[in-house]
């Protein structure tokens, strides 16, 4: 089929497409933290956000060869995100420098100026690190597509917090720069748009379940266990057989 430009235009003009430039980022603190607004508001942190990265995930995968021999299938094993990774204007008062610091602070103190024998005010001595339940954030990225403002997709990472403050660089040639504060997060799972919304369930309805499986798992490897070495060429080939029945009935 030759390509049609006419189409293709007309397909393009028709979705339009959406633009990288256009997104907000909002972080949700905990309110253990919520002092940390004193500094600057978490809302004109919006504002200042200058990058996002928004982080990729990929499955974790395993060749497996079903039949024990010839070539394997690829399975997935697991599921892997990556940090969002962020970038920072600094304001003038560098409100967002203290914001983040006195963050991490909350995460380990790590300023031990005043001694060992001084703790902060929420408990913490020298290099203690705090209860993640009361440093851990939820951030939005919000992307819209310009068309319309009713228009945008969302990324919501619940129990997120920085584990690296970046470089800033300062020169004296830099005369036309914005000094900037590249921030990671790390997060425990986040959610998008796009995905499907389930339903409630229990695993005692879902028949031969999760439950059922393991159980299965521990049996089975016990009769694994159980089987005896080949001593012969027929001993092996009844060895596989009685393998490949028991890793059978899983499936």
Not at 134 to 155: K, L, M
Not at 218 to 241: C, E, F, H, K, M
Request: glycine letters at 6%; aromatic letters at 12%.
């Amino acid at each position: 089929m030759a390509f049609n430009l006419s189409e293709f235009t007309s397909q393009i003009n028709r979705h339009g497409v959406a633009k990288s430039n256009l997104f907000v980022m909002r972080i949700t603190l905990p309110a253990r933290i919520n002092f940390l607004n004193e500094e600057i508001a978490t809302r004109d942190l919006t504002f200042l956000c200058r990058t996002v990265d928004i982080p990729s995930f990929s499955l974790e995968t395993t060749p497996i060869k079903t039949r024990g021999f010839g070539p394997a299938e690829t399975r997935p094993t697991g599921l892997e995100y990556t940090q969002l990774n962020t970038i920072f204007m600094v304001d003038s008062n560098f409100a967002v420098k203290k914001f983040f610091h006195r963050w991490m602070q909350e995460i380990v103190h790590y300023d031990v100026e005043q001694g060992y024998t001084n703790e902060l005010p929420n408990g913490l001595l020298p290099y203690e690190f705090g209860y993640k339940d009361d440093y851990a954030a939820t951030i939005e990225v919000i992307a819209y597509s310009g068309n319309s403002d009713e228009s945008f997709y969302t990324y919501k990472f619940s129990g997120a917090f920085p584990t690296t403050i970046g470089n800033t660089q300062v020169a004296w040639e830099n005369t036309a720069e914005i000094m900037t504060m590249p921030i990671t997060f790390a997060y425990d799972e986040f959610k998008v748009d796009g995905t499907i919304q389930g339903t409630s369930t229990s695993l005692s309805n879902r028949g031969n379940g999760v439950l059922t499986y393991l159980s299965a798992l521990n049996t089975y490897g016990q009769a694994i266990s159980g089987l005896s070495l080949p001593t012969n060429i027929q001993d092996a080939v009844n060895l596989y057989t009685d393998v490949n029945t028991i890793i059978g009935s899983l499936k």
